[in-house]
């Protein structure tokens, strides 16, 4: 029987790589995913847009599979070292990962972690999955609570903290339990890390951030390995909750790709310039980036880390007001609650409901791709009015530019506003 016989509808063909895998991955990011070349085609794989497509191919209908689709997945897929199943949102990926674990089964997971995939499970009809919150760079705890779970998802670096999991040591032994593991790799990118080349199962993307990297995309990823024999399963999941991404997300999201390798190297070499400024700045009280050699997972990161990302977590004096004096005062830095943009960001994460292990104090940077002196005067400008707001708060409102946070309804990573949910 032919293998198109034998397929299910929602599991695409495997597509062959655009681009020998003995390229780097910076230069796979750029060469992989594109068409065959042929006289006066196009560079480029172009936006698709059908619902319907004429019978006969591996195709049916516009769930189940798009040419665009396709080309994003070939990238991810090479670039991670694995099949990429794309998605409408990094929330549906997550969903998606989640689906996987049988009614009642125990999720074991950051304390510290994306706020989506904790309200997730918080959310989640009472009895459908057990979460079991751990320090997740502590190795030792987090085995102790492999027994009866089902899947250990790690987050590495850690959003908003940045700690550092021991992925290796965590994935061979959750499998010696019989977990499924799973890695969001949001804050690294396959550039900086790749978990499935450390025993992970399942990579998942939040590809609205650093991989599109232009602020105007939502979209998800999962990535399987090879061995795993879970893609079928995840394109049928897709398929049938409607979890697709749009060709036009799909397409400004393989575009944005194709600059990550200059993106990430410019955001790096920036966060690391303003992440020891910071630390030597009389204001800050704790920084927290991988890369500064003092950071307590500074060897761990350089074991399992190509690079050191570009986000920064760090605390001021002065407690919740003065940091958030300082997010509302910077004017080239944007004041945001998403990250990974060309832009550089800024929000103090603990204004969220749910952000309870966080710091009053603690921002998130997420480092982009300006200049760097530019961004040091602004943090400066914006730390002198985090200074004067913890020495008189009540005269700090006519230095900023804008309205008071109070003026402004605020929504965090989900939408939510924050006085509909007391979850993330």
Not at 22 to 35: E, K, V
Request: aromatic residues 4%; glycine residues 8%; hydrophobic residues 45%.
């Amino acid at each position: 029987m032919r293998e198109e016989d034998r397929r299910s509808p929602f599991s695409a063909l495997a597509t062959p790589r655009s681009a020998p895998r003995n390229l780097s991955r910076r230069t796979l990011a750029i060469s992989a995913g594109r068409p065959e070349p042929a006289p006066d085609a196009p560079l480029n794989s172009p936006a698709v847009f059908a619902s319907t497509y004429h019978a006969g191919g591996p195709v049916a209908y516009g769930r189940d599979g798009n040419p665009t689709w396709t080309a994003l997945e070939d990238v991810l897929g090479t670039l991670e070292g694995g099949t990429a199943v794309a998605f409408a949102s990094g929330m549906a990926a997550i969903d998606a990962v989640l689906q996987l674990v049988p009614v009642g089964g125990v999720v074991v997971l950051p304390s510290d972690g994306f706020g989506g995939t904790r309200a997730l499970l918080a959310n989640a009809q009472e009895g459908r999955w057990r979460a079991r919150f751990v320090d997740i760079a502590d190795t030792e705890t987090v085995i102790a609570q492999f027994a009866d779970a089902a899947l250990l998802w790690i987050e590495s670096p850690t959003n908003p903290k940045l700690d550092i999991a021991e992925i290796a040591v965590l994935a061979a032994a959750a499998h010696a339990h019989g977990l499924l593991v799973a890695v969001d790799n949001t804050y690294a990118t396959p550039l900086a890390q790749r978990p499935l080349s450390l025993g992970a199962d399942l990579v998942v993307h939040s590809v609205t951030k650093l991989l599109a990297g232009h602020s105007d995309v939502v979209l998800g990823a999962i990535v399987a390995s090879e061995v795993s024999g879970l893609c079928g399963q995840l394109r049928r999941h897709r398929s049938m909750a409607g979890a697709v991404p749009g060709p036009m997300d799909a397409y400004l999201a393989l575009r944005g790709i194709r600059t990550l390798p200059l993106r990430l190297e410019r955001g790096e070499a920036n966060a690391a310039i303003l992440a020891e400024r910071l630390a030597a700045h009389p204001q800050v009280e704790r920084v927290r980036y991988p890369g500064l050699p003092d950071d307590p997972w500074h060897e761990r990161a350089s074991a399992q880390m190509e690079t050191f990302g570009n986000m920064v977590a760090f605390e001021i004096g002065g407690g919740a007001a003065a940091a958030e004096a300082l997010a509302r005062s910077t004017r080239l830095v944007v004041h945001a609650t998403s990250l990974g943009g060309i832009e550089t960001t800024i929000e103090r994460r603990a204004r969220w409901p749910g952000e309870d292990a966080v710091a009053p104090s603690l921002l998130r940077l997420s480092v982009g791709c300006e200049d760097v002196e530019d961004l040091w005067t602004d943090l400066e400008h914006a730390l002198k009015i985090a200074a004067a707001a913890a020495a008189a708060p009540d005269q700090v409102n006519v230095e900023l530019d804008g309205p008071s946070p109070s003026d402004i309804p605020a929504t965090n990573d989900l939408g939510i506003h924050e006085h509909e949910t007391d979850t993330p």
